[in-house]
């Protein structure tokens, strides 16, 4: 949860603002619009704060910590929800992949691929100690 007076992170696990707009138009659209009947839509910059405090402490998601005066993250329950169905849609792969290409593009060289690597391999290697032992 980032403090709104200060601009800067509660824990060293949530996102900056700049991580934070890239990884957004990642995510999914919340399924519920604000204004709409029942609970609140629940913030997804907070979702993924308690997800990374949850994987960056080693806590149990049971221990993470609940907003009592909105302070800190939303229910386990609904932060756990988020990060399951996430990972079943398979979702952190792709973040992961597109976050790895816009990397792999924003440190490639001009002249990268005549140098990086030849099309052919030149040498190989062969693992000896991974086959069967000899029988004398």
């Known amino acids: ?6 601009n800067k992170r509660k824990y060293p696990s949530e996102l900056s603002h700049n991580s934070w707009h890239r990884l957004k138009k990642l995510l999914p659209q919340p399924k519920k619009k604000a204004g709409e009947v029942g609970r609140p839509p629940t913030e997804l910059r907070d979702i993924i704060n308690g997800i990374l405090y949850v994987l960056r402490s080693g806590c149990s998601w049971r221990m ?58 030149s040498a190989g290697s062969i693992d000896s100690q991974n086959g069967p032992p000899l029988r004398h």
Do not use: C
Request: glycine share 2%; charged share 35%.
């Open 1 to 6: 949860m980032l403090d709104q007076d200060t």
């Open 64 to 121: 993470l910590r609940q907003r009592p005066t909105a302070n800190d993250y939303p229910a386990w329950e609904t932060v756990y929800g988020y990060f399951n169905s996430w990972s079943k849609a398979h979702l952190w792969e792709k973040i992961n992949s597109h976050l790895v290409k816009q990397v792999r593009k924003k440190t490639r060289k001009p002249n990268r691929k005549k140098h990086y690597r030849k099309r052919k391999p």
